[in-house]
């Protein structure tokens, strides 16, 4: 991949979308991490800042280092940035549906929760302003179903979905965006959470697994090409196995 001619591919390909769909720009939920630092600098070269909203929407976990660092990117592309801390969501979430007898939700259907009620809040936008939601989900992300469904994964469209995390961080360089290419990859969605923790592996050997696996190979010659244990391909075989429904759209019986 030649990251220069990478970024050209996708500021052309958001100024035509933008304008085919007749919207007045995008809104992008910036999170301070490196997917969604290169959807918003790619969409202000795109379309002009002034067609750009970010929404930061931290809650706990959120790290203040990543919320500076998206406030201080947004101020530096000339985006309109609109900050909402959603803890006050989650808890009246949980206040209002659980009951006495049930206990607290565990920490992956919290952690769904508050990606699903930034999406509430990046769709509330999008009507008001008539802007489309830019996704930030990478290629490795969508593969493996590594997201949650109608939470981070809810976009008009993905920018970075045709691109693995690893060259989604060779754009970011790209456009010196390095701090955050640099960064421990984490969605935050629980304390000291990370994607190498979660997935047992670094990208760098996630991403040539899941580009073999995508042409064809099998968890067997896949392990061969990559060098690589072949039980921890299987893994992720199965992984994009299981998440085929959120790839897919909802499903319908057909007339009888």
């Known amino acids: 991949m030649d990251p220069d001619r990478t970024v050209d591919h996708l500021v052309d390909f958001l100024a035509e979308y933008r304008e085919t769909a007749g919207a007045d720009g995008y809104v992008v939920g910036v999170s301070g991490g490196v997917d969604s630092a ?13 067609r750009v909203l970010a929404l930061l929407l931290p809650a706990a976990p959120s790290a203040d280092a990543h919320v500076a660092d998206a406030r201080d990117l947004c101020d530096r592309l000339g985006v309109d940035r609109r900050e ?9 979430v949980r ?12 920490r992956v259907t919290a952690g769904n929760l508050r990606a699903r009620l ?20 990478n290629r490795s992300e969508y593969l ?16 970075l979905a045709d691109h693995y995390k690893t060259e989604v961080c060779d754009v970011a360089r790209a456009l010196d965006l390095d701090r955050f290419a640099a960064k421990t990859p984490s969605a935050e969605l629980w304390e000291g959470q990370t994607d190498e923790g979660e997935l047992g592996a670094s990208y760098d050997t996630i991403d ?23 039980e921890l391909v299987r893994r992720f075989a199965a992984m994009m196995a299981a998440t085929e429904h959120k790839r897919a759209p909802p499903p319908t019986p057909g007339r009888p």
């Open 208 to 230: 040539p697994i899941l580009r073999s696996l995508a042409d064809g190979r099998s968890p067997a010659e896949t392990a061969r090409l990559v060098d690589v244990d072949e």
């Open 38 to 50: 290169v959807a918003v600098t790619l969409a202000a070269r795109a379309v002009g800042p002034e």
């Open 84 to 92: 909402v801390a959603i803890d006050p969501l989650v808890a009246a």
């Open 95 to 106: 206040e209002t549906y659980l009951v006495e007898s049930e206990t607290d939700l565990d």
């Open 144 to 159: 493996l179903g590594y997201y949650t469904k109608y939470g981070d994964g809810a976009a008009d469209l993905r920018v």
């Open 118 to 137: 930034r999406a509430v809040y990046l769709y509330l936008a999008a009507n008001r302003q008539d802007l489309l939601v830019l996704g930030t989900t």
